[in-house]
């Protein structure tokens, strides 16, 4: 797995970047970062968000791939709710576990399998028998959290998340402006609001400012085959002016 992420990069404000990245892949990089991070209070809306993408495109991950993702974010985000005391409490709780019961009813009919008893989640007795049990759960986060859930359980789920984000990438690759140009309908409205957009806000000169201090632009570089040549732009200038 590589990770080009660069590291000298001064960081942009998201109103910026909003400029230059499209809205998916922005949320694509701050699922990332929140992966990277281990910010596992924000792992219900990476769960979501996994869930509905991948409910419309299916083949971005295989059923098993999908189900471990889903499953262990929820699953990560309940425990670090149950092992603190502020947090250990059925009434915060429970909303999740509900989510894991949906989850699993959910998968019983994706698989065809509506005559089939839906399973209640060992999971969700196991939570729930913590919370009841303060010796029980100080014993668990001890002795069986840091091996069923620690740094392995942590790196399957990156791995995880990086997969489903790079196939995410491929799927809605980054299109050039004549591609997106051939998608508008009426030109001068789509002009009118795209405009409006960026030409005025101070976003704009804080992006362009930012990518010329990286030198984005060569000049140098060979001439592509839809520039006119320096002749003839010599020409085209004598004639204009």
Not at 57 to 82: D, F, N, S, Y
Not at 87 to 99: E, G, K, M, N, S
Not at 109 to 126: R, Y
Not at 187 to 195: F, H, R, T
Request: charged share 20%; hydrophobic share 45%; glycine share 2%.
């Amino acid at each position: 797995m590589e990770d080009n992420t660069p590291n000298s990069c001064a960081p942009l404000p998201l109103c910026t970047l909003r400029l230059l990245i499209p809205p998916i892949r922005l949320v694509s990089a701050a699922i990332w970062q929140t992966i990277q991070q281990k910010v596992v209070a924000d792992y219900g809306m990476l769960e979501e968000f996994v869930f509905v993408v991948t409910d419309i495109v299916p083949k971005l991950l295989t059923p098993r791939q999908r189900a471990q993702l889903i499953m262990g974010l929820r699953a990560r985000l309940i425990l670090e709710l149950c092992q603190f005391e502020a947090t250990a409490d059925i009434r915060l709780v429970q909303p999740h576990l509900d989510r894991v019961q949906t989850l699993i009813e959910a998968w019983v009919v994706e698989g065809c399998a509506s005559n089939m008893k839906v399973p209640h989640s060992k999971f969700v007795d196991l939570v729930q028998n913590l919370l009841k049990n303060r010796d029980e759960r100080e014993h668990f986060f001890q002795n069986v959290f840091p091996v069923e859930f620690g740094p392995a359980y942590d790196d399957a789920l990156h791995d995880l998340m990086w997969l489903f984000l790079s196939r995410l990438e491929q799927f809605l690759p980054l299109q050039t402006f004549q591609q997106v140009s051939s998608m508008f309908g009426e030109a001068s409205s789509v002009l009118d609001e795209c405009m409006d957009s960026v030409s005025r806000c101070r976003e704009l000169k804080t992006l362009l400012q930012y990518q010329k201090d990286l030198g984005q632009l060569d000049h140098n570089e060979r001439t592509s085959p839809l520039e006119p040549s320096w002749s003839f732009a010599l020409e085209l200038e004598s004639i204009i002016i």
